[in-house]
Structures are given as C-alpha cells and as structure tokens.
C-alpha cells in the first residue's frame, strides 16, 4: 500500500510502498477513505515538535474495517469508522476515573519491537497510534468508533479531530454557559469548531480573531458575531471593547505563545482561557501573577476533553441537525500524492482544512 513518509523536520513527505502487518488481538485494519490535513501534523513537519523518522503522519481520518482481530468485539468487516487519536487502555488510573482522553499507557505498538508498518524493512511510527496519511491503518478497537454508512467520509473525518478538538473544548472543557460572551483567536479548522460550539452553547457574542480576512468571513458565517482583524489592528484592546472589560470565555486555538497570553489578556476577572493550541516545545507562557488576585483561570483542552466513542456520534447528529457546519469548513480536496502542498497551503493561510481523499 501507498503512505507518505516522513523523514524528519523540513524535510518533504515521500510516497512509499508499505507493509501492513496482520491485525492482532484488539487491533483492526482500516481503508482510508478521506483524512483531514491538521496543523498538528504541520508542527513536526515544521520543526515545533520532535519525533524521529520513518513514520507516517495524519491523525484526523475516517474510512472502512476491513478485517479484525481474534478479540475485536465492536465492528466487523464493512463498518465504517472515525479514527481518533484518543486511543485508551481502559485500566490505568485516568481511564478508570473517566479521562480516558489523557490516557497513560496507549495500548499502540512500539515500531521498534513489534511494528505494524514496515517500509523498506524497518518499523514506521504511526503518529498518534493512527497515520492516515496512507491508504490502510493498522488501529486498536480503542481508536476507532462505529458510525452510520450514510454519514459523509470527508465530513466524518473532521470530526475525527479538529471538530472534536475546538467543539469539546467549548463545551466539555470549558462548559461554556448560555448568554456569556466568547473570544476565539485562530479561524482555522479548530477554532472554526470553537466558534460553533460557542453557537450551539448559546453564547451571546463571540468573537473570532485571525489575520486573514476569508477566515474571518467564514468565522461569522459559521457564527461568529464579531471579527477582528488582528493584522490591522490590537486585538485585545478591540475584545475588551466589545465585551465591557473583557471575555467570559477565551480559547487559543492556533498554537502560539503570544497567542495563549493574548488568551489570557482578553479574559475578565473571573473569566477562563483554555489553550486549544500545540504550544512549541520549549517555550513558555508568561502572565502576570498579580492578575490571579481577580480569580482569572488559565487551562488546557486536550482533544476536546472527549469521550469520543460517546461524544462523536452526538456531533455527527449535530451535523445531520444543521446545528454543526462541517461542509463550509472544508476548503479542497485532494488526493494523497498532493500531501506537501496541502501542508504548504495551511502554512500559508489558504485553507481552513484540506482533505485528502482515497479511492
């Protein structure tokens, strides 16, 4: 099979044949169907976060079994499934507590000891226990989620991420109330999600903040009731006005330093910031202390706070409803030989999400 390789940081992805090894125990074998390009691919391709090659990016996917392993007990053969990088063991203390999203003991496989992708006769890392940029994953029954054949790939497969990430980052991490006021900086495929959590919470205003003005647009298409143009002018000045002083709610959706303080900046007293995006390793956050004194909260969101087993089919129906615009969301398609230039187009602000379909 066809999958895209990457080497290490700043280097292109490479299209490589590939050998899926058999399904064991809980594990089964998925037909890519459709898999969204994340920024969080783009972060270990750009250099912000480290991991050593070969391995296969891709994390936000949806597709077809296509064989099971002797335990697998869920779905058979021609059910299709949303991946999720949310893989649980189901008996460490997090799991057995219900945060089965900050699982501590992932049961994937060690690419080095047992791998499941081999490619020129070493083990390829499968990032986040998933790697969707290839035509078939080798997953864990803990990975996937059964959903209805009449729910459309492309769509579903947003969901396997960036819907859930800012979507649950709303409503399940922060428990946005109804008729607060919400400030969401990143128009991307995440904080898009956010912006409509925020509608479906019932939010009197929310604010989306970008520097690219086709984001923005579709921000308040999707549901925001402000925009804020942060390359023309200060953003958290223009939040504090709009507000009366400052956001209930504010949500870092894109991953930068100066972001996550802005987050911070544009909050009340009393109010909360959740931090939705991958932070560059090594850097630090600053805020002042003194403002801890006005019982302002900083957090992260991890995933959404899913259970996404739980949590995806509600969104699915959510999306069937009208309630949740997945299909405005998704700029192009493309099929996996154009992976670079997609990762180029995210870089570059063009897309809000990208999908890369399979045949």
């Given amino acids: 099979m066809k999958a895209a390789i990457y080497h290490g940081a700043h280097e292109q992805l490479t299209i490589e044949d590939v050998e899926l090894d058999e399904p064991q125990g809980y594990e089964l074998v998925v037909r890519t169907a459709a898999s969204g390009v994340c920024h969080s691919d783009l972060h270990f391709v750009d250099g912000f976060y480290f991991m050593p090659g070969p391995a296969i990016l891709g994390h936000e996917a949806a597709g077809v079994v296509e064989a099971v392993g002797p335990l697998v007990t869920e779905v058979v053969p021609g059910d299709h499934v949303i991946a999720c990088l949310s893989i649980y063991c189901g008996k460490c203390n997090r799991c057995l507590v219900g945060e089965t999203h900050l699982c501590a003991n992932k049961p994937v496989r060690d690419p080095d000891?047992?791998?499941?992708?081999?490619?020129?006769?070493?083990?390829?890392?499968?990032?986040?226990?998933?790697?969707?940029?290839a035509e078939k994953m080798l997953l864990h029954e803990n990975a996937v989620v059964k959903i209805d054949k009449d729910m459309p790939f492309q769509q579903a497969a947003l969901i396997g991420c960036g819907v859930t990430t800012g979507v649950g980052a709303v409503l399940k991490t922060a428990k946005v109330q109804a008729g607060s006021t919400v400030v969401v900086f990143g128009a991307g495929g995440?904080?898009?999600?956010?912006?409509?959590?925020?509608?479906?919470?019932?939010?009197?205003?929310?604010?989306?903040?970008?520097?690219?003005?086709?984001?923005?647009?579709?921000?308040?298409?999707?549901?925001?009731?402000?925009?804020?143009?942060?390359?023309?002018?200060?953003?958290?000045?223009?939040?504090?006005?709009?507000?009366?002083?400052?956001?209930?709610?504010?949500?870092?959706?894109?991953?930068?330093?100066?972001?996550?303080?802005?987050?911070?900046?544009?909050?009340?007293?009393?109010?909360?910031?959740?931090?939705?995006?991958?932070?560059?390793?090594?850097?630090?956050?600053?805020?002042?202390?003194?403002?801890?004194?006005?019982?302002?909260?900083?957090?992260?969101?991890?995933?959404?706070?899913?259970?996404?087993?739980?949590?995806?089919?509600?969104?699915?129906?959510?999306?069937?409803?009208?309630?949740?615009?997945?299909?405005?969301?998704?700029?192009?398609?493309?099929?996996?030989?154009?992976?670079?230039?997609?990762?180029?187009?995210?870089?570059d602000g063009e897309v809000a999400r990208s999908v890369l379909l399979f045949d």
């Fill in 190 to 347: 995440v904080g898009l999600s956010a912006i409509q959590g925020a509608r479906i919470a019932g939010a009197r205003t929310i604010i989306a903040v970008d520097r690219i003005e086709h984001k923005l647009a579709t921000a308040r298409e999707l549901g925001a009731t402000h925009s804020v143009d942060a390359s023309t002018e200060d953003a958290v000045q223009k939040v504090l006005e709009l507000t009366g002083g400052g956001a209930d709610y504010a949500f870092e959706c894109v991953g930068l330093k100066v972001l996550a303080e802005q987050c911070w900046a544009a909050i009340r007293p009393g109010g909360t910031a959740t931090i939705v995006g991958m932070i560059p390793q090594g850097e630090m956050v600053e805020i002042p202390g003194p403002e801890f004194l006005r019982e302002k909260k900083i957090q992260g969101s991890s995933m959404g706070s899913n259970h996404f087993k739980v949590d995806m089919p509600v969104y699915i129906d959510f999306y069937k409803r009208g309630l949740l615009q997945i299909d405005e969301m998704i700029t192009e398609t493309a099929p996996l030989s154009d992976v670079n230039d997609r990762l180029r187009a995210m870089r």
């Fill in 113 to 133: 000891v047992n791998p499941g992708v081999l490619w020129q006769g070493k083990g390829v890392r499968q990032f986040a226990g998933l790697g969707s940029y």
